[in-house]
Every structure is written in C-alpha cells, then in structure tokens.
C-alpha cells in the first residue's frame, strides 16, 4: 500500500496509521480545551499537570471552556477562560466554544476532571500533526483523587489510588490493535475526554452536534460523523490521563439507566448503523441507499425493487424517474432521483441491470465488509463477469472530495450468486406467489 506524503497531500490508505507511525514531526502548535463545570479542585489538579507537561510550553495554549458554573473558575495567568450560560448539561456546545478560541493546529480535549500524564499532550498530539484525517484518543485511566493535593504528579498519585479500569474499552482496543482495524462501529471507543484532531479536521467536520445537552454521546456522534468523513482513528495507549472517579457505566442506579437510555435513542437518530439505530424503524437518513437502473417495464421494476426491499428493508429506493407501478409509488422507501439529492447513505449501490435477489446471504454478507476500514467499493459481476453493480461508501466519498482523488481505499469484487438479472417482463405473479425459480425471472 502507498502512502501520499507531503505538505499538501499526507494521506494512508484505509485506517493504516501504522504507515507513519514511525515519523515525528516538528511540535505542533496544540489548544488544549478542558471543558468545566463546578470542579475547582479538580480543576486545579488538570492545569497543574498541564504546565508539567513536557510539549514545547510556547507551542502549547490551554483553554478553560466553562459550562456555566456558578462562580467564575479561577485560572492562572497564560490559561484562556471561556464561558457559556449554565443552561444544562452542554459539554458540547463548551468544546466547541472552546475550539472557537483557540489558535492551534491540533486541539486536544480534555475535561476537567481528567488529568494528563506529563508526555500526554506530546504524544497524543503527534498523528494529528503528521495526517489531517487522524483523530486520536488517549488512555483514560481511573483513579479516586479525593484529597490528593494537586501538586502530587498524577502518574503518582494515580497508580496509588487506581479503580478498576473499563474492560470492554480495554478489550476493544485489543482487538483492534489499538483501533488500526478500525470500522463503522469503532466510533464507540472514542472517548471526547482524551481526544485529539487537527483544526482543520475539526472544522470540516462541523465540530460537536450540540443537540445534545445531557451526560454523554456527543463525543460518539462526532466520531461516527468523523469516520464517515475519512477519519484515521487510533489509540495511543501511552498518551495517559487519569479520571477523578469510576467510569461512568460503573456507576449506579435508576438515574444512571435513565440518562443512558437518553443518549441511546438521540444516538439511534443520529448513527443509522446496525448496532446503533432502530432495528425495525426506519431513520432519517438511511444506511443504504439503492439506485434502480432507467428503463424497466413497470413488472420489471415492480419484482426489482420488492426483491430489493425485501433483502434490505431498511434501505432506500432511488428511481430515474417517476415509478411506473403504483405499489412501488406508494411506498415511502421509494424516491425518484430529483427527490434524493439529500439523501447521504453510508452505502450506495447503483445497479446496472435489474436483479432479482433469491438468495440474499452472499449480497448482504458483502456488503457488511464495507465497514472495514480498506474498501472503498465493491464491483458486482455475474459468474460470467457481466457488470450487475457497484457499491461505494460514504466514507470513501469524503475522503476522494478532499484530496481531489480516489486515495487510500482498494475496490474488491464479488461474483454474485443467487442473484439474476430481470428478463423485460418476469413473471409477477410466480414473483409475489413465491413458488417460481430463475426460469420465471431471468433474462436468457
């Protein structure tokens, strides 16, 4: 694989960090935006290791964006205080204030309560620096702090007073080689409280959806969001910052479950991803989109697009034109092109030819591995190579609109079995009846 590197291009295919894992580039100029709201000793304790760190101090600028507390926090000299009305749970509006202040290449978020190791900002800040796309997340560790005095250094302190460390956040990086095997789902193990990204990155991505005003989710939304728009993510489990108190999952009660279930359902608006959105319910914007070929009879599109419907409920339809059956236009699924241009699927899949779907594994199996970090598209032929499709990803999309080419992904392709190209005027009634085989359907 390539990797195209210069000051105008730095890219790596797919999710490959590793590629450039080895460079060090000149010390960036890094905003480090630490959201807050009413932890003054806590508070204290973050900036106190922030003057420790070991990041050039005139390439370093730190940025208190406060939540509304109820007294004005108190920083040093040389810290920027930037505040917003308390009018609830906002961390995400209070990021994104922050990183309206802030001057930097790189922004490195942090909260309040989570403290940084001396090396964190330094090597947390690194890949940003070397790859526009890479959005990188740290090592929070646990620790109960309660009276250590803020002068103690935290890789002290920490491993002295440490709480049981989240397992499932800790396997998922294993399992990932530290999110090098990255996909669609892998925006859960970015945690907004050790994350770093470029400005410029940060900017194109809109930064943090500031719909959500209670505990948690934004930082997965913007993840999610982030990935979809060509993002490198990658653990750097030697960037360490500590958490003043268990994780959050860790914690208790109905109150607990409550919030939870909030950041579940706004998530299941936000991610139309298996795994996040509804199971049955369709979103406002779909997870795949399917483009219908011009030119069918109105049988041909009729048995197309139920087979397509059929195989991906979820899915929709885009038509050429106005459908000419009227069961396929009064399904709401169903869209003509000049209706779509709004539509922004993570997958589509353009047709070249009308098909029947009989068995539905091999598609729906292949188009699951599009997840992956790697592929960018996947061409559909018939066992005698005849063209039937294409699929691309958002993702890919993203990333060639930013570079001005196709970089950094690879095309596979798969022989479609159980599939079968529509003959003019199939069968209808041996299609909706169940009972015909290819010969009723397919084209000679």
């Known amino acids: 694989m390539s990797v195209g590197w210069n000051d105008r291009m730095p890219w790596v295919p797919g999710n490959r960090w590793d590629l450039v894992a080895h460079r060090e580039p000149e010390p960036p100029r890094v ?135 989240p397992a499932w956040l800790r396997d998922a990086y294993a399992r990932s080689g530290d999110l090098l095997r990255a996909d669609d789902r892998s925006y859960r193990y970015v945690i907004s ?46 960037a360490v910052a500590w958490h003043d108190g268990p994780d959050w999952a860790a914690r208790e009660g109905d109150d607990r479950v409550r919030e939870g279930n909030r950041q ?82 993570r997958l589509t899949l353009r047709l070249e030819s009308p098909l029947v779907i009989q068995d539905a594994a091999p598609l729906t199996a292949a188009l699951a591995s599009l997840g992956d970090a790697d592929v960018d598209a996947l061409r559909l032929i018939d066992p005698a190579a005849s063209p039937l499709g294409r699929v691309t990803s958002r993702r890919a999309r993203r990333r060639r609109e930013r570079w001005g080419t196709p970089v950094g992904f690879a095309e596979s392709t798969l022989t479609l079995t159980g599939a079968y190209v529509l003959r003019d005027e199939p069968h209808v009634e041996a299609w909706v009846g169940g009972w015909g085989g290819p010969d009723r359907f397919a084209a000679s």
Not at 291 to 319: Q, R, Y
């Open 31 to 165: 905003s480090v935006i630490v959201t807050h709201y009413d932890q003054p000793a806590e508070l204290a304790r973050t900036l106190t290791a922030l003057r420790r760190q070991d990041h050039p101090a005139d390439r370093l600028e730190v940025i208190v964006a406060d939540d509304g507390s109820p007294r004005q926090p108190e920083v040093p000299t040389g810290v920027r205080l930037v505040r917003q009305e308390d009018r609830g749970f906002r961390a995400a509006a209070a990021r994104n204030l922050g990183a309206a202040a802030a001057t930097g290449d790189v922004l490195c978020f942090l909260d309040a309560d989570t403290t940084p190791e001396p090396s964190y900002v330094r090597r947390l800040s690194r890949l940003p620096a070397l790859l526009t796309e890479a959005v990188t997340v740290g090592r929070r560790r646990h620790a109960d702090l309660r009276g250590v005095d803020a002068d103690v250094p935290v890789a002290e302190a920490g491993p002295a007073h440490e709480l049981p460390e």
């Open 193 to 238: 409280a050790v994350l770093a990204c470029s400005r410029a990155f940060f900017d194109e991505t809109g930064g943090f959806d500031e719909e959500f005003s209670s505990y948690g989710g934004e930082d997965w939304e913007w993840a999610h969001r982030a990935w979809q728009a060509g993002a490198v993510l990658a653990h750097v489990p030697d």
């Open 264 to 345: 579940s359902l706004l998530l299941a608006q936000k991610i139309p991803v298996p795994g996040s959105a509804g199971r049955g319910l369709l979103s406002a914007t779909p997870d795949l989109m399917v483009e219908i070929p011009a030119g069918l009879s109105a049988s041909a599109e009729f048995v197309c697009v139920d087979s397509v419907l059929a195989t991906f409920p979820l899915a929709a339809v885009v038509l050429p034109t106005e459908a000419q059956s009227p069961l396929v236009r009064a399904d709401p699924r169903v869209r003509v092109a000049t209706e779509a241009g709004g539509l922004d699927a």
